[in-house]
Nanobody, 115 residues
Framework: QVQLVESGGGLVQPGESLRLSCAAS????????MGWYRQAPGKQRELVAS????????NYADSVKGRFTISRDNAKNTVYLQMNSLKPEDTAAYYC????????WGQGTQVTVSS
């Protein structure tokens, strides 16, 4: 059973940056495409960024394109999300999982952007 542990969230002001990390246990990380998802209160969980197995291909939701960067380190079973120029509408709980998601969701990490 793969466990996902997200970290790095926090309370920041608009325009600031955060870097999220997601560590996966188990041996299947390096053979799965991964994604970062977020869920704001009252809204459905959405995919905001995805990365291929080798990291050579990435895709982003239009709402974060140009501001967020997804990366991965297969040797560390970790996927990252660098978030720059944060906006209040980025406020949400952020999760990682496969793309499409098949593993059990982790606890997520809360990102709050507010002045």
């Amino acid at each position: 059973q793969v466990q996902l542990v997200e970290s790095g969230g926090g309370l920041v002001q608009p325009g600031e940056s955060l870097r999220l990390s997601c560590a996966a246990s188990g041996s299947f990380f390096s053979i799965r495409a991964m994604g970062w998802y977020r869920q704001a209160p009252g809204k459905q969980r959405e995919l905001v960024a995805s990365i291929s197995i080798t990291g050579s291909r990435t895709n982003y939701a239009d709402s974060v394109k140009g501001r967020f960067t997804i990366s991965r380190d297969n040797a560390k079973n970790t996927v990252y999300l660098q978030m720059n120029s944060l906006k209040p509408e980025d406020t949400a709980a952020y999760y990682c999982n496969n793309n499409p998601p098949i593993w059990t969701w982790g606890q997520g990490t809360q990102v709050t952007v507010s002045s």
